[in-house]
């Protein structure tokens, strides 16, 4: 059936592209690594390479935990229950993920400050690390959620169960795919994110590979930590795909001309209420406060002016281009996972998952190496920097874009096909329809991340081509934050539309 | 569909738009973009010269400068640092300045071959408010720091900051391994405040936050200026009979090697050695001049008024991959 769908060759294609420019990145790692001998790996791990794989795995799961739980209790209360201001919580809770987390980090640190409370630990870092990757899960359990065939849910409610009964006996395990979509997206992001974890002091394999390439100027260093990893991720990857298993549910909904029925909340309105408010206000008021008073600092004092609109524009057409991209390619990819899940399609996506969990530093000076090496035309252009923006990014619209065809049941494009409409029709009234919405949700994820993405672009970008995130960060690392607050109140905003017209049409 | 094919041709209009001026010259840059800009506008102004200037961290453009050996893309490197400059110049990727006019440069400054030279001076000096602890009770040397006095009471940057790697790696050149190991160990285990970077550092001097911070001068001059939370002194330390000395860093500028524009970067070069030049610079980036007519701010202290540590910057290159494993080895990592 798939062969007469898409030609083949042709769905084949554009996963291997990008992920034969994944492995590039991994091989060049790899390589480097590999350059210093066995001598240098056994010195790391004296040092404190231990140590730093238990700290980075307990931020990891923890974040993880403390993210997925926030996510799927959010989404469940404002798309299945009676929740005052639920169109607004729709897209209000996404919007930690247009928060910069080192900015972010940096707001809460300088509230903190005053308080004398101790912050620098491993619980206050993992709230604050969840704090800007909940959305994650909320976004994609939420768009499964409203896919959801109510029928079962309903059936249970009929049969006397309880609500919660029918929430942990049919709805979480109907959410399963998107949950462990949008947790893994977490705790990757937990692997390669420096921004934060190192304003926050705390050390993880990110912030180790940093100081290699930063304090030491040690390359290979920073490429054997990169290793170990690379080498995480693909254990994690292991029990993604393990704890995925084989049940896929595909349950589509049906064009139902009734609105599935809410729950009331009865006397539990408010405490919930109370929840999602308190939620809202840690990861996203407390952050933008500090930044409009900030800002309004740095405006009084006049920093704003015309090259503002460059950085804006520079900004729009990077992310841009790698949100496109990137949607093009997660069409026949998530196909590609969903309907052939094997061997070789596991390959694919482990190679661009690596990239994921890469901090961005890593990720560009490899890239240079390849870009010199390989592609010397696209060197200093633009499309060096969305390149990196894609390999880092991908993921996430990949993600958003497999949970919508896991609920895509398969007899649906052969009844497509029996009754004589061709691939394109197939392609254009079946599938696209079903499974659209997820994946501009996850190119939206792919045009955010990218709007915030620092190193990589500081790396890669050519002269003249300073991205929003770049004034804020060369601001902000000399510590004048005013200056560097109205440019990220700016990317704030403007990511605040994407997000809400892409939320629409979920 | 249209939707879509109307985004695509933008996008493919934008990136052909978007070709390099190959004639221009090209700068990595690790300084602050508002300290340099005027200077290349000017300088682009009186020559015709195109300048494209690349500003980041000046870690990450010297891997760049190192990944680019074979097909460099760049002319010129401006770093914060000398250890970085002389880092660059043991992996052979930068090449000597043939200009007459850097002779106005104190030799202690550049590189032995010349292959990076300093603009301006940064020395390390320990700022404090007055009001949290009284000048005679002020930390007078490096080493106070390490007294029961004054633990949890001064800050330091984070320790991926270059400069205060490269003063780490003086103190290496200037004690040597066990006695650097020792003052570090100390220096960690009387509970430094540590915070991101030196703004941050003279901020919460400036308010009292903490009583002593150990910055580069520029910083206690920039505090000074400040509106409000400007009392602040400073003490250049170590300036007794018989102790070391202050450690004096440089910001400054190396050629790489292979430079495609190699004469239009010595122009470049020549340009920011002129007096007024310097003098722009210093009052833009408040850094002590380091040409002897340059006169500095009036807040300042002159290059040649204080006791610099008897240290060959030139040597840092060498000693910082051991400093990074002394560092690690007492805990005092990012």
């Known amino acids: ?506 | 569909m249209f939707k879509f094919l109307t985004l695509a041709l933008f996008f493919l209009l934008v990136f052909t738009g978007c070709s390099q001026q190959e004639e221009d010259l090209v700068i990595y840059s690790g300084r602050r973009e508002q300290f340099i800009e005027p200077i290349l506008k000017e300088f682009s102004e009186k020559t015709g010269i195109g300048v494209r200037l690349l500003s980041g961290g000046a870690p990450e453009y010297a891997h760049r400068i190192i990944a680019e050996k074979d097909n460099p893309q760049a002319d010129l490197f401006f770093a914060n640092d000398a250890g970085i400059m002389e880092f660059l110049r043991i992996e052979g990727v930068l090449q000597p300045i043939n200009t007459e006019s850097l002779e106005v440069i104190p030799t202690q400054f550049r590189a032995q071959d010349n292959s990076w030279i300093g603009i301006s001076a940064r020395s390390r000096v320990l700022m404090y408010n007055p009001d949290v602890i009284s000048p005679e009770k002020a930390p007078q040397t490096l080493e106070d720091l390490t007294r029961e006095e004054f633990r949890g009471k001064f800050a330091l940057t984070r320790p991926g900051n270059a400069s205060m790697v490269s003063h780490i790696t003086a103190l290496r050149a200037y004690w040597g391994e066990a006695k650097t190991t020792d003052f570090l160990e100390q220096l960690i285990d009387n509970e430094p405040l540590i915070l991101h970077g030196h703004t941050d550092i003279r901020q919460a001097v400036g308010r009292g936050e903490i009583a002593i911070g150990l910055v580069n001068n520029y910083y206690y001059h920039l505090q000074l200026q400040e509106a409000n939370n400007n009392n602040v002194k400073v003490v250049y330390p170590d300036q007794e009979e018989g102790q070391m000395g202050a450690f004096v860093n440089i910001a400054g500028v190396a050629l790489i090697s292979g430079s495609p524009g190699e004469e239009k970067a010595l122009k470049l070069i020549e340009f920011m050695l002129q007096p007024e030049q310097q003098k722009k610079f210093s009052e833009l980036s408040f850094e002590t001049p380091l040409h002897p007519d340059v006169p500095v701010l009036d807040f300042a202290r002159p290059i040649d008024s204080y006791k610099h540590m008897d240290i060959e910057l030139s040597s840092l290159g060498s000693l910082w991959p051991e400093t990074v494993s002394i560092m690690e080895r007492v805990g005092y990592v990012d």
């Not at chain 1, 420019?21 to 404190?48: H, T």
């Not at chain 1, 607004?88 to 640190?109: D, H, K, Q, S």
């Not at chain 1, 524009?313 to 281009?321: E, I, Q, V």
């Not at chain 1, 090496?373 to 060197?379: A, D, E, T, V």
């Open chain 1, 1 to 506: 059936m798939i062969k007469t769908i898409v030609n083949r060759s042709f769905l084949w294609t554009m996963p291997a592209i990008l992920a034969l420019l994944a492995s590039l990145v991994i091989i060049v790692i790899a390589f480097e690594a590999m350059g210093d001998g066995w001598s240098r790996w056994v010195q790391l791990f004296n040092q404190r390479l231990f140590e730093l794989f238990s700290r980075t795995l307990s931020l990891m799961a923890l974040s993880t935990v403390i993210a997925t739980f926030w996510g799927i209790s959010l989404a469940w209360a404002v798309e299945k229950t009676t929740l005052w201001g639920n169109r607004f919580w729709r897209w209000g809770l996404a919007l930690p993920l247009v928060i910069p987390p080192y900015i972010g980090a940096l707001a809460f640190l300088i509230l903190f400050r005053e308080t004398n409370l101790p912050i620098y630990n491993l619980p206050v870092t993992a709230l604050i690390m969840a704090a800007f990757t909940f959305p994650y899960v909320f976004l994609i359990v939420s768009a499964a959620l409203r896919r959801m065939n109510t029928n079962l849910e309903e059936a249970a409610q009929a049969c006397g169960k309880s609500p919660s009964g029918v929430f942990f006996q049919v709805t979480i395990p109907a959410l399963r795919p998107a949950i462990i979509a949008g947790a893994t997206l977490v705790a990757l992001y937990i692997l390669g994110d420096f921004g934060a974890v190192s304003i926050l002091r705390y050390d993880t394999f990110a912030s180790a590979i940093f100081f290699r390439i930063r304090g030491s100027l040690d390359f290979s260093g920073a490429t054997i930590i990169s290793t170990v990893l690379l080498l995480t991720t693909f254990g994690l990857l292991g029990i993604q795909r393990f704890a995925l298993g084989k049940c896929h549910r595909y349950q589509q909904k049906t064009e139902d001309l009734k609105e599935p029925k809410k729950i009331p909340l009865g006397k539990w309105h408010f405490p919930i209420l109370f929840y999602v408010v308190l939620v809202f206000i840690f990861s996203t008021l407390l952050p933008a406060g500090v930044l409009i008073y900030w800002s309004w600092l740095g405006i009084s004092a006049g920093t704003i002016d015309t090259s503002f609109f460059q950085y804006l524009f520079n900004s729009l057409t990077l992310a841009g281009g790698a949100a496109f991209i990137s949607l093009i390619f997660s069409l026949p990819f998530s196909y590609l996972q969903v309907r052939h899940p094997g061997l070789l399609t596991s390959v694919l996506s482990g190679a661009v998952f690596a990239n994921y969990s890469l901090p961005g530093v890593i990720v560009g000076l490899a890239l240079i190496l390849i870009g010199l090496n390989f592609f010397p035309f696209l060197y200093n252009t633009p499309l060096m920097v969305i390149i990196a923006y894609l390999l880092r990014f991908f993921p996430q619209n990949l993600q958003a874009a497999r949970s919508s065809f896991l609920q895509l049941s398969p007899n649906l494009e052969e009844a497509s096909q029996s009754m004589g409409f061709g691939p394109l029709k197939t392609l254009f009234s079946v599938i696209l329809p079903n499974i659209g919405p997820g994946l501009l949700a996850g190119a939206s994820l792919v045009f955010v991340s990218s709007l915030k993405e620092l190193p990589a672009s500081l790396l890669l970008r050519p002269a003249g081509m300073d991205t929003l995130a770049i004034r804020i960060w060369m601001e902000a690392s000399e510590g004048f934050y005013s200056t560097a607050a109205p440019f990220a109140l700016l990317l704030i905003l403007i990511s605040i539309f994407p997000l809400r017209y892409l939320l629409n049409r979920f």
